[in-house]
């Protein structure tokens, strides 16, 4: 999995440089492990590994929103994107699974990573739905006859 | 709520499901997503019930009309300007 952050279309799409909270959390590493003890040195590693890969999370889904649901994709940038997407899934699946270990510092998280990976895997399903617009259209007239946001063919 | 200009009529309770999906999406921090994906799927499940359809199909048909909703729409972006 590791060998997968260099290629480019990752390096592209996932800026681990930019986000108030990336920064904020390396400050706060630098500040406050000093002279800690080991257990709370971990403990706080853990969380804030979590928090920023959350974080992550959600400017992916930003910019998600911006560039692939809000306007049509070209089939490369939406080829780029579905594979960044499972990467993504993959990485988020890996923290869950750490933090599901009963000994892990990060165990409150869980939570939180499981509402993550369902959006990140709702995302996946939205982008790779086989059905087509036509049929969606025709199941959607068919469900709810007062309306369904598409032209009429009577 | 948002101001939603569709150039055709849309049934309110498929506007509701697509809203729903999209608080779903919208969501940040992971706090919520979990609640917010049940709410969706369980007004998906109660409306295919009413129609006897399969909620499967239902869901895929609102995923897929999802997007088109929201260029549809006339708001902008909910992402904050960058710095």
Redesign the interface.
Same mark, same amino acid.
């Given at each position: 999995m590791l060998a997968q952050w260099g290629r480019p279309v990752l390096r592209a799409r996932l800026d681990f440089s930019v986000g108030s909270g990336h920064r904020s959390i390396v400050n706060g590493i630098a500040t406050s492990l000093e002279g800690s003890p080991p257990g709370l040195t971990s403990e706080k590693t853990g969380q804030e590994l979590v928090c920023y890969w959350l974080d992550r999370c959600d400017d992916f889904m930003d910019q998600q929103r911006k560039h692939l649901i809000e306007r049509e994709p070209s089939p490369r940038e939406l080829a780029e994107h579905v594979d960044t997407l499972k990467f993504m899934i993959r990485v988020t699946l890996s923290l869950q699974a750490l933090v599901a270990d009963p000994d892990s510092p990060a165990r409150r998280f869980a939570r939180q990573i499981s509402g993550k990976l369902l959006q990140l895997q709702a995302s996946l399903d939205l982008l790779l739905n086989p059905m087509t617009d036509a049929d969606a259209d025709a199941v959607l007239a068919a469900a709810f006859p007062n309306g369904s946001g598409a032209r009429s063919l009577a | 709520m948002l101001s939603w200009r =569709? #150039? +055709? #009529?849309?049934? !309110?309770?498929?506007?509701a499901l697509l809203e729903s999906y999209d608080v +779903?999406?919208?969501? @940040? *921090? *992971?706090?919520?997503? *979990?609640q917010l +994906?049940a709410a969706y799927h369980s007004r998906i499940a109660d409306?295919a019930a009413a @129609?006897r359809?399969a909620p499967e199909?239902?869901d /895929? /048909?609102? @995923? $897929? $009309?999802? !997007? @088109?909703?929201?260029? /549809?729409s006339d708001h902008p972006?909910? =992402?904050p300007p960058k710095a």
């Amino acid at each position: 999995m590791l060998a997968q952050w260099g290629r480019p279309v990752l390096r592209a799409r996932l800026d681990f440089s930019v986000g108030s909270g990336h920064r904020s959390i390396v400050n706060g590493i630098a500040t406050s492990l000093e002279g800690s003890p080991p257990g709370l040195t971990s403990e706080k590693t853990g969380q804030e590994l979590v928090c920023y890969w959350l974080d992550r999370c959600d400017d992916f889904m930003d910019q998600q929103r911006k560039h692939l649901i809000e306007r049509e994709p070209s089939p490369r940038e939406l080829a780029e994107h579905v594979d960044t997407l499972k990467f993504m899934i993959r990485v988020t699946l890996s923290l869950q699974a750490l933090v599901a270990d009963p000994d892990s510092p990060a165990r409150r998280f869980a939570r939180q990573i499981s509402g993550k990976l369902l959006q990140l895997q709702a995302s996946l399903d939205l982008l790779l739905n086989p059905m087509t617009d036509a049929d969606a259209d025709a199941v959607l007239a068919a469900a709810f006859p007062n309306g369904s946001g598409a032209r009429s063919l009577a | 709520m948002l101001s939603w200009r =569709l #150039p +055709f #009529p849309m049934d !309110p309770e498929l506007e509701a499901l697509l809203e729903s999906y999209d608080v +779903f999406l919208e969501a @940040r *921090g *992971g706090s919520n997503e *979990g609640q917010l +994906f049940a709410a969706y799927h369980s007004r998906i499940a109660d409306a295919a019930a009413a @129609r006897r359809l399969a909620p499967e199909t239902l869901d /895929a /048909a609102v @995923r $897929k $009309k999802y !997007p @088109r909703w929201i260029r /549809a729409s006339d708001h902008p972006s909910s =992402l904050p300007p960058k710095a």
